[in-house]
């Protein structure tokens, strides 16, 4: 697939807060807009992909109306080679990436003895093989500078599996074992990796599980030490607010 990122409405690179651009992999009304809105909001320049690219278009001309620089990339996380062509250009528009937060999946119901091989397969690429894609993508120059974030949405089918949504099920759990695995792997070189759990159906007004009280969880994550920080926070109904 062929990435057409919009005109800008201003010089692309670097934010006048001098803070690297955003990636959100997975934009969509809720959990990927409102983080988008939230890193956007803190200077960070946004790089918003998503397969909807009209959608995409729209919120980020809203965005921008509210002062928060965006630009809007077409990838489809199932394939390769779009979320390939996708990730160069925002690094060919706006230069390193500070921050990326992998919020694509597919949420399909079926059983474990419903699903067919190939299509839990074709799910994985998105829920779990795109997020490798894109880490290991942006991982190399992170480590070159030895600062940078991973974020990944997680889910509470990866620790409470419900049978009638075994596949999402199945890619949580990945998301969980490899926010964990490049957590030991990148440490060492100053990059941080986490992972929000969202344990519960994510919608507004339903206080911590509200798409803005999640975002603010992504955000506390992105603050937090490389040492000693948290690698997974768990969101349900019962949550506190984010911690420091």
């Not at 942006?138 to 990944?152: D, P």
């Not at 990866?158 to 990148?186: C, E, F, T, V, Y």
């Not at 937090?224 to 948290?230: A, C, K, L, N, R």
Request: glycine letters at 12%; hydrophobic letters at 50%.
């Amino acid at each position: 697939m062929l990435t057409m990122p919009m005109a800008p409405s201003r010089a692309a690179g670097a934010s006048m807060t001098g803070k690297g651009a955003c990636v959100v992999v997975g934009v969509g009304p809720g959990i990927g807009a409102a983080v988008a809105r939230r890193f956007g909001a803190a200077g960070h320049p946004l790089a918003l992909l998503a397969r909807k690219k009209d959608a995409l278009d729209a919120f980020a001309r809203g965005l921008d109306a509210e002062g928060i620089r965006a630009r809007a990339y077409a990838a489809d996380a199932e394939s390769a080679a779009s979320l390939k062509d996708a990730l160069a250009a925002v690094e060919h528009d706006q230069g390193a990436v500070d921050v990326l937060v992998y919020n694509a999946a597919v949420l399909r119901s079926g059983g474990p003895l419903e699903v067919g091989v190939e299509q839990l397969v074709r799910e994985f690429r998105v829920n779990v093989g795109g997020a490798l894609l894109a880490a290991q993508h942006v991982a190399a120059g992170m480590k070159a500078r030895r600062s940078g974030t991973i974020l990944f949405t997680g889910g509470g089918l990866a620790l409470d599996p419900w049978p009638q949504m075994s596949s999402l099920a199945i890619g949580k759990a990945g998301i969980r074992n490899l926010a964990w695995s490049l957590h030991k792997d990148l440490k060492p070189h100053g990059v941080r990796v986490a992972t929000v759990t969202v344990a519960g159906v994510a919608q507004p007004g339903a206080g911590p599980l509200d798409p803005a009280a999640i975002a603010e969880v992504f955000f506390a994550l992105h603050q937090q030490p490389v040492d000693g920080g948290e690698v997974e926070r768990v969101v349900s109904a019962s949550s506190s607010g984010p911690r420091a």
